[in-house]
């Protein structure tokens, strides 16, 4: 599959680095093309470094690994009309350039706070996919550390490593699904779009959590443990006086 990565930085190495080992076509836009050319050094499995412009339009993924704060300026360069890349005319028909690509969105609008992190805005999915539309936008891989991404960890205490995907077309969850999956992951389907902005607050939470030196695991037990007991009383599951 074709995939271009916007951003140059941490997730942008770590995802593309895994999707070009698992065979995947890589083209990573930057600001700069020194970054570029840094970023796919590292990613190696002849990923080839272009500009934002190109990167938007080479895929049928698309990767935005950039701070929420850049958000509109990237969206705004993927759509310039000054394309060098295959599939350049694409986008100059009135359409967005991303539109109709699986669009995916890792970024953390992450305020830090002093009782851990909070968001600077509710609901950057929504805004990507009304910035960009047309684009088949899903929340992906916002949850975790970019080292645990790149990393070989995939099974902890004999549980899979679980990514929850969020977005509205299912074409696009099911090849982010795939993505998910060629990086040893356990893809699950978490919602629609509407539900990204969980997603999106559970990170700034739980690694809040994280941060403060809590085990935001053991706040979880399995599944089968999840509602302990039913309450007749109520009928609502394991919810006591
Ligand atoms: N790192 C993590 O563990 C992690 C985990 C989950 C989610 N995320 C989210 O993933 C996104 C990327 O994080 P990251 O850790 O990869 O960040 P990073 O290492 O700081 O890299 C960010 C990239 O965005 C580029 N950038 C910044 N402002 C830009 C602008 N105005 N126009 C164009 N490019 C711009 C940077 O360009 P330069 O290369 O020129 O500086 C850099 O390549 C963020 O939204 C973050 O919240 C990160």
Sequence with gaps: M??????????????????AAAGHEIALGARTSARAD?????????????TITDAAR?????????????LAEVLAAANSANATG??????????????????????????????????????????????APGARVVKAFNLLAAEVWAGQHREFEG???????????PNAMA???????????HPVHAGGLVQARYLEATSAFVVGLWFAGHDARAMFPPLESAFAAADQADGLPGIRE
Excluded: Y
Excluded at 59 to 68: E, K, S, Y
């Design 159 to 169: 549980r899979p490593l679980t990514v929850p995907l969020c977005g509205d077309d």
């Design 175 to 185: 090849t982010v699904a795939a993505l998910a999956t060629d990086l040893k992951l």
């Design 58 to 70: 080479f895929g049928d993924v698309t990767l935005l690994a950039v701070p929420v704060d850049a």
């Design 86 to 131: 295959v599939d350049a005319a694409d986008g100059t028909d009135g359409r967005h350039a991303l539109a109709g690509r699986t669009l995916i969105d890792c970024t953390n609008a992450f305020a830090p706070d002093s009782g851990g992190f909070t968001l600077s805005e509710p609901a950057v999915a929504e805004r990507i996919a009304a910035t």
């Design 38 to 50: 840094e970023a796919v050094a590292v990613i190696g499995h002849g990923a080839r470094a272009t």
């Design 2 to 19: 074709r995939i271009g990565i916007i951003g140059a930085g941490q997730m942008a190495r770590a995802l593309g680095g895994g999707w």
